[in-house]
């Protein structure tokens, strides 16, 4: 431990290089944080491919398999996706895959360095949101 002049132990504080621990955070509460659009796009964007990935991919896997198999097996997979909780995961899946969609042409046109600045920026935001919530709207008003 380096010492002070006087052979004493240094504090924290005093450390060389250091701030002072006034000026620390002491807790950052990444919760509380209000996130401006992009970021919260850019979060949804990537929740959204791992939904896609994790039960979006085996999913549609398993209803293949179902799909072809039999006549029965195809009746059957209708019947358990004909349920009203099936119906709200495929809506889930849905929205994923659009706004993964819709925010990876955002990505697409950022790295054309199309909308760019800050106003672009968050005006894409809110269109990559509304444009996938109201293509889900529309294809779950036709799935119910």
């Given at each position: ?29 990444l ?21 896609l ?22 009746a ?37 360095h ?31």
């Amino acid at each position: 431990m380096p010492t002070a002049a006087a052979g004493s132990p240094m504090s924290d504080s005093e450390l060389p290089g250091q701030l002072p621990r006034a000026a620390r955070p002491v807790y950052l509460n990444l919760i509380a944080i209000r996130q401006p659009i992009p970021a919260i796009i850019s979060i949804l964007h990537r929740l959204s491919g791992a939904l896609l990935f994790l039960v979006g991919i085996p999913l549609l896997l398993w209803a293949v398999q179902q799909s072809l198999a039999s006549p029965d097996a195809y009746a059957a997979l209708r019947a358990s996706l004909a349920h009203p909780i099936a119906k709200l995961l495929v809506l889930g899946l849905v929205w994923a895959y659009l706004h993964h969609f819709c925010a990876g042409i955002r990505y697409l046109l950022l790295d054309l360095h199309i909308g760019t600045e800050l106003t672009p920026s968050r005006q894409s935001s809110y269109v990559v949101l509304i444009v996938s919530l109201a293509l889900t709207a529309i294809i779950g008003a036709r799935l119910w």
